[in-house]
Nanobody, 129 residues
Framework: QVRLVESGGGLVQVGGSLRLSCAAS????????MGWFRQAPGKEREFVAA????????LYADSVKGRFTISRDNAKNTVYLQMNSLKPEDTAVYYC??????????????????????WGQGTQVTVSS
């Protein structure tokens, strides 16, 4: 059974930093793209960042570009999201997702939910002002 487990969320002040982790178990995701999404109360789930299997390709939402960094450690089957300069509007539940259908990087396609077939349960990030 495939499982994605997020961790690292919490309460942080404006301007602070957090690093989220997403650990995959039950299947090796080292050959596939991974992504992060977030959902604030009353809003649609939105794309945050994605990374190719090798880590050489990344994609970011405009709202987080320059502040967030996605990375991965395939030896640990883990994807990370380093979040700096956090703002109140970053408050949301953050979800990681995996695309097991193809090892080919498909660029902006990863900004939609469509290619992802595995999802974690989410971790809460709250940015207080």
């Amino acid at each position: 059974q495939v499982r994605l487990v997020e961790s690292g969320g919490g309460l942080v002040q404006v301007g602070g930093s957090l690093r989220l982790s997403c650990a995959a178990s039950g299947r090796t995701f080292s050959n596939y793209a991974m992504g992060w999404f977030r959902q604030a109360p009353g809003k649609e789930r939105e794309f945050v960042a994605a990374i190719s299997w090798s880590g050489s390709n990344t994609l970011y939402a405009d709202s987080v570009k320059g502040r967030f960094t996605i990375s991965r450690d395939n030896a640990k089957n883990t994807v990370y999201l380093q979040m700096n300069s956090l703002k109140p509007e970053d408050t949301a539940v953050y979800y990681c997702a995996g695309d097991s259908s193809s090892p080919i990087w498909r660029g902006s396609y990863y900004s939609s939910r469509t290619p992802y077939d595995y999802w974690g349960q989410g971790t809460q990030v709250t940015v207080s002002s």
